[in-house]
T-cell receptor, first 113, second 112 residues
Framework: GNSVTQMEGPVTLSEEAFLTINCTYTATGYPSLFWYVQYPGEGLQLLLK?????DKGSNKGFEATYRKETTSFHLEKGSVQVSDSAVYFC????????????FGPGTRLSVLP | DVKVTQSSRYLVKRTGEKVFLECVQD?????MFWYRQDPGLGLRLIYFSYDVKMKEKGDIPEGYSVSREKKERFSLILESASTNQTSMYLC???????????FGPGTRLTVT
């Protein structure tokens, strides 16, 4: 079946540290890949996406590259801020209608000043 | 800005009660979704709807039903609440053909 695996959290970093959150997927086809972020007390928001192999999604200093050969979509940021503290979800979608997502379990990030 | 609102942020119900969770979106989106979010399990799809009066089962529909009488409103119904339905419930909407789902803030339901 289709699934998304993320590194277990929580991840705790100091401000300005480099962030990597690993995400790998299993899919019966060619999915589109996403990172969503959930800030405390809020719903999920789309952070970035990539729809085909070798695409790089980027937003707010975060980046992720769609690696078909390793079935991965790791999230990176060069210098995290306290305001980046949130839960990050990796997700995939296999259809063209935006109706069928598979989410990973989420990784909680805490950034300390 | 797209806004997805949910009727309650916190809800406490007793076992066996009928529970209604309401979701409203203001951007004329065709698709609407109900998920439950549990620690370590991420989001799991309960039901989705791609049009008024249309619904499709997701991964975990057992114990739930839905209603979509108007395009902007999607209701999740727990016919007889049980303690294993204690969870965070998230509603989302999206345009037909768009990958981006817009989420509400969630309803934390506790069934005692």
């Amino acid at each position: 079946g289709n699934s998304v695996t993320q590194m277990e959290g929580p991840v705790t970093l100091s401000e300005e540290a480099f962030l990597t959150i690993n995400c790998t997927y299993t899919a019966t086809g060619y999915p589109s890949l996403f990172w969503y972020v959930q800030y405390p007390g809020e719903g999920l928001q789309l952070l970035l996406k990539a729809t085909k192999a070798d695409d790089k999604g980027s937003n707010k200093g975060f980046e992720a590259t769609y690696r078909k050969e390793t079935t991965s979509f790791h999230l990176e940021k060069g210098s995290v801020q306290v305001s980046d503290s949130a839960v990050y979800f990796c997700a995939l979608s296999l259809d063209n209608y935006g109706q069928n997502f598979v989410f990973g379990p989420g990784t909680r990030l805490s950034v300390l000043p | 800005d797209v806004k997805v609102t949910q009727s309650s942020r916190y809800l406490v119900k007793r076992t066996g009660e009928k529970v209604f969770l309401e979701c409203v979106q203001d951007m004329d989106h065709e698709n609407m979704f109900w998920y439950r979010q549990d620690p370590g399990l991420g989001l799991r799809l309960i039901y989705f709807s791609y049009d008024v009066k249309m619904k499709e089962k997701g991964d975990i529909p057992e114990g739930y039903s839905v209603s979509r009488e108007k395009k902007e409103r999607f209701s999740l119904i727990l016919e007889s609440a049980s303690t294993n339905q204690t969870s965070m419930y998230l509603c989302a909407s999206s345009l037909w053909g768009s990958y981006e789902q817009y989420f509400g803030p969630g309803t934390r339901l506790t069934v005692t």
